[in-house]
Each structure stands twice: as C-alpha cells, then as structure tokens.
C-alpha cells in the first residue's frame, strides 16, 4: 500500500471525520447508518486514492461518497426505515441573523453532549462521534472492556432516537445553559489524553487534539462567551508545552527538568491572549483560574523563575470556588512545597491522606512519597513511592516512578 | 412529531400539607403551563393520593391478588401526568420547565417517550 495515501487518509479522518459523519446524518437522520457509511468511505478512499491521487478536497470527496452510499441504502431499505424513529435534524440551515456558526460538527456536538444522556454516555459518543475514535480506543482511554464501551454507545444511540434528542445547535435561549456541559466534556477528554490512564504514552494525542479542535469549534461558535475562551486557553497552554514532558529517551521529564525550548510560544501567546480576554468580560471561572496557573507555568523562562506564590494564591483562589474538590487540595499542597519546602508541604498534604476520594489517587502517594524523599525520610518514602506505582498504569510514569524508588531504597540499610 | 409523558412525583405529605394560596399558586401555573403547551397537551390529570390507590397482580397459583395501595410503595409519590405531542426533547424539556413541581425541591418531573406503534 502507497504510503503517502495511508497518510492521507489518515489525516483525513483526523481532519474531516467529524464533518463527513455530521454531513451524512444530515441525510440520513439515522447515526448508525450516518457511521457505517463515513467507515465506507474512508475504506473506499483506500481503495481508490492509489489509483486516482488523493483528491484536492479529501472531506469534500469523502462526504460525497459517504452521502451516495447513505442514498443507496435509503433507497432499498425506504420501507422498512419509515417505521423507525428518526433523528430530529433541522430541516434549514440557521441563517447569520441567529448570529451561530452553521457547522455540523458542532450539531453532532451538542447532540453527543444532550443533558438527557448520562456524563459517560456523553463522553464515549463525542470521543466515537466527533473524534472518529474506534470503540476499543475509547474503552482504552476509560479503562473499561470494549463490549462494556460498545454496549454504552448503542444505549446512548438508543435513546437520542428514542426520546428524539434534536440533532441541532441548540437555540440562543438554551444555548447558555448546554454550553456547560460540553465544556466538561471536552475538559475531560483532554485531560484523559494530556495523561493517559494506561499504556505505553504518556499522552494521547488522539484525545487531546480532538479537545483541543473542539474548544476551537466552541470559540468559533461563541467568541464572547469567557468560560468557552477560558477552556481553549487552558488547553493551548498545556498542549504548548506537550512536546517537552517526554525526553528524547521516551523518559519522563518533571517540569523542573523540561526543555522548554520544546514549547510552543505561539501556542503559550494565543492562550495567554485568550485567558486576557476571558478575565476581561467577567469575573473569572473555574476553567479561568486553571488557565492562569498554566500560563504562570508557561511564562517562566526557566524552573527557578517560577512564581510559586503566585501559583498558590491562585490555587486558593480556585479552592474557594470549588472548595469539595480534594484534588485541587492536592495541587496546593504540592504548590506550597515549592513555594515553602517539603516540610510545609507535607503538612497541607497529610490531611489529605485520610480522604476516601482519594485513597486510589495515584498523584497523592507521589507527592507523598517526593515530600518524604526531599526530607530524606527513606523508608516511608519508598512505601510511598510502592504505592504510587501500584495505583499507575501508564507506563511512562510507572518508568519514572521505579527509577526514584530504587534512588530510594539506595538509602535504606 | 412525537408522544411524550410527563409524570410528576413528589412527597405526598408536602402536596397534602400545602396552604390554599400555595395550592391557588400551583393551580395557576398548571393553568399557565397547559396556555403556552397549547394544542400540543392531549391529556393530563392529578391523581389522588398514593393511598387511594389499588393494585391488581397475579399470584404464584395464576390467582388474581388485590391490594391496597401503590404498585411501588416509595415516599415519591405519582401525583399526576400530563401526556404531550411535540417535535423533539428539546421542546419537551422547555415546556416541562414551566411546571412548578419542577422548582419545588420535594418532586420532579420524569419525561417518557410514548411508543410510536405506527
């Protein structure tokens, strides 16, 4: 097989997938059918581009055959699909007066993010949907068995045609109250992919570049909205600095070790601009707060300029707004440790080893365990550092984290 | 368009304990619901209490056994219905927001697509 049409049809489906798929439900008001045929045409696409070149507008060509294939099972199957619940879609396209970006993707996303569908639901059928990802991705990325994935994205299928959940943008009378929801979704995708929960990378690429294409896809949408603005500069912030987390040797590199000549400072300026923007038309947020720690992270020359009291005021600040989350509890406590030492550290950390939402965190028992080694505390910091590594399933961290537990136990008699 | 049922729950012992501005309140926004559903409400009633109610099931012999009470015995209770035709869930949604149960901290309002048999 020509190398250069995998490529494209590679990039095509991270391109295009979402668009092709949309595009055919449009036509077909039915998902299921809407998949199979965008998976024919990426199929066709490389039977065909060897032979014809790969097309000047792959998404336009795909959606083309994809829509011909669709047509052709309407057709033959006309009878029997009138008796099935149809997806709602529009009938016209939204004219510039409603002020919204007529994009459907953005239908699929919104459909795919229904308030009526359960948070997992939500998030397995935008990463399936949206994201083109294959079923045994997605169940990948949650740490569940494909069949358990599978099932789930048939029920949540289910139920948009069954309870007839619109396959449109909402209206701007609703549109406020659903954005919330997508805005999660699209959070928790990246931060499944900026580590992943297993495997051999670190990061998934995959997930976080489709958060990141649909945060871009929300900010088209809605410009002015400052919680939209305040997620997409969150993640350019942290994807800017992806490239330096992993060393050349595959190894994992602690901020305090990063080449941060591996940053993207285009990327770091356009969240940084975003997150001005954000704190501009309002009070911050949650997502706004997140942002801000990332770009005083970002905005360091070097490790030892970092502002690290800037970065726990800005945790407190964020521990107000959410003050159930342990995990922000967490990043604090790890925050004051550099700010005051491991000793202080430790202190706004040891409450935190009795909270039962954490008790298979792994990120608590690695700041633990760094607390104690920095302390030179050995034992208690190598059963620290057994935990941690128990709890990890990636396994670039588990890489790291057996490194400092035999530094560890090099210490103990 | 499509079928859909609203089943209002809620605790009994609140709706039985209501004052009568509360209930002229709830009465008028029912009125103010069913004026913007409009056509779109093709029935709907409040039910008696829970303990009014009798249930008819078959035993393990194939007999017929009557009961006192609710089918499900729970302290949310049904408390009325309302079965509506509209395009999509959004609009169902929208409509069912106007209801005071909604609001009312003690009961909700459950939406059921209605089977489409053709």
């Known amino acids: 097989m020509n190398e250069d ?40 696409a ?83 949907l949206v ?71 670190l990061i998934r690429p995959d997930l976080s570049g489709c958060a990141v294409d649909l945060a871009r896809l929300l900010h088209l949408l809605m410009p002015t909205d400052a919680e939209v603005s305040a997620l997409l500069a969150l993640l350019l912030l942290n994807d800017a600095r992806a490239a330096g987390r992993v060393g050349p040797d595959g190894r994992l590199r602690l901020l305090a070790e990063q080449d941060r000549s591996t940053w993207d400072t285009e990327l770091i300026a356009e969240g940084a601009a975003l997150l001005t923007d954000a704190l501009r038309r309002g009070p911050p947020t949650r997502y706004a707060v997140e942002a801000a720690i990332a770009a005083v992270h970002a905005e360091a020359r070097t490790w030892e300029e970092t502002d690290w009291a800037e970065i726990v005021a800005l945790y407190t600040v964020l521990q107000r707004m959410w003050p159930h989350s342990p995990v922000v509890q967490l990043n604090r406590a790890a925050a004051i440790g550099m700010r005051d030492g491991p000793r202080a550290g430790l202190d706004a950390l040891t409450p935190l080893l009795r909270e039962p939402a954490l008790a298979t965190y792994s990120y608590l028992s690695a700041t633990h365990a760094d607390f104690l080694r920095r302390l030179g505390d050995w034992p208690a910091a190598a059963v620290a550092y057994e935990e941690a590594l128990t709890l990890t399933g990636n396994e670039v961290e588990r890489a790291f984290l057996t490194d400092r537990l035999t530094e560890v136990r090099r210490h103990l008699p | ?51 009014s ?55 909700g309002v459950e939406i059921r697509p209605v089977v489409f048999h053709g």
């Open chain 2, 1 to 51: 368009m499509a079928k859909y049922m609203l089943l209002i729950y809620g605790d009994a012992t609140r709706w039985d304990a209501m004052s009568a501005t509360e209930r002229s309140a709830l009465e008028a926004a029912h009125a103010a619901f069913r004026e913007a559903a409009g056509a779109r409400v093709l029935g709907g009633e409040e039910l008696e209490s829970a303990p």
């Open chain 1, 131 to 201: 994201c083109g990802l294959s079923t045994a991705e997605v169940a990948r990325a949650f740490l569940v068995p494909e069949s358990t994935m599978a099932a789930r994205i048939t029920r949540a299928k289910k139920k948009i045609a069954t309870a007839r959940i619109p396959y449109r943008v909402p209206s701007s009378d609703q549109l406020g109250e659903r954005v919330g929801a997508v805005l999660q979704v699209v959070h928790l995708i990246y931060t499944t992919g900026h580590t992943a929960p297993s495997g051999p990378e």
């Open chain 2, 53 to 107: 109610a009798t249930t008819l099931r078959g035993g393990v012999t194939g007999d017929l056994i009557t009961t006192d009470g609710p089918f499900l015995d729970t302290k949310e209770a049904l408390g009325g219905f309302y079965l509506l035709e509209a395009a999509d869930l959004d609009e169902v949604l929208a409509l069912a927001a106007l209801l005071p149960e909604v609001r009312a901290g003690h009961s």
């Open chain 1, 5 to 44: 049409v995998v490529a494209a049809v590679a990039a095509a489906h991270r391109r295009d997938w979402a668009q092709v798929l949309a595009t055919t439900a449009q036509l077909t008001r039915d998902l299921d059918l809407a998949e199979e045929c965008t998976q024919d045409a990426y199929a066709q």
């Open chain 1, 46 to 128: 490389l039977l065909v581009w060897p032979d014809s070149g790969v097309p000047a507008r792959p998404g336009a060509w795909l959606t083309q055959v994809a829509r011909n294939r669709a047509r052709d099972v309407l057709r033959r199957e006309s009878r029997f699909r009138r008796t099935l619940p149809l997806l709602v879609a529009e009938e016209t396209v939204p004219g510039p007066e409603d002020g919204l970006v007529a994009d459907d993707r953005l239908r699929l996303l919104f459909t795919c993010c229904h308030p009526a569908l359960a948070r997992e639901a939500q998030v397995a059928l935008t990463l399936r």
